[in-house]
């Protein structure tokens, strides 16, 4: 059986020359084969931790969506704005089914 292998793909990049110097620097020791081999950990890492941060503001907001409407429904004014940005029908089309549909203009 042939071993498995990994498609790369090529990128460019200009980076600091700090950025270059540490990647040759890493690139002469043991836990790295080369800057590529530097780089492609570095990118994953950071990959990981922006999607996680990202996913965790991402769920904050929609945490916070109840608390939002909660407020503006306290006020005349979040009232207003709210009907105006929502329709709603009062009466459902068909009888039987008693659900409501919120129109967004």
């Given amino acids: 059986m042939a071993g498995v292998v990994k498609k790369k793909e090529q990128i460019n990049a200009t ?20 800057v590529s081999d530097v780089v492609s950990q570095a990118l994953s890492e950071f990959f990981g931790k922006y999607d996680y ?24 004014e979040g009232q207003e704005w709210l009907q105006s940005a929502f329709k709603v029908e009062k ?9 409501r549909k ?3 203009d």
Avoid: G, H, Q
Avoid at 91 to 99: M, R, V
């Fill in 53 to 76: 941060i990202k996913a965790k503001e991402s769920k904050e907001r929609e945490d916070r969506i109840p608390d939002l409407l909660d407020a503006l429904m306290k006020t005349k």
């Fill in 91 to 99: 009466e459902p089309e068909n009888k039987e089914d008693k659900s």
């Fill in 15 to 34: 980076v600091s020359p700090w950025i270059k110097k540490r990647c040759l620097e890493l690139a002469e020791t043991p836990e790295f084969s080369s």
């Fill in 102 to 104: 919120v129109i967004i």
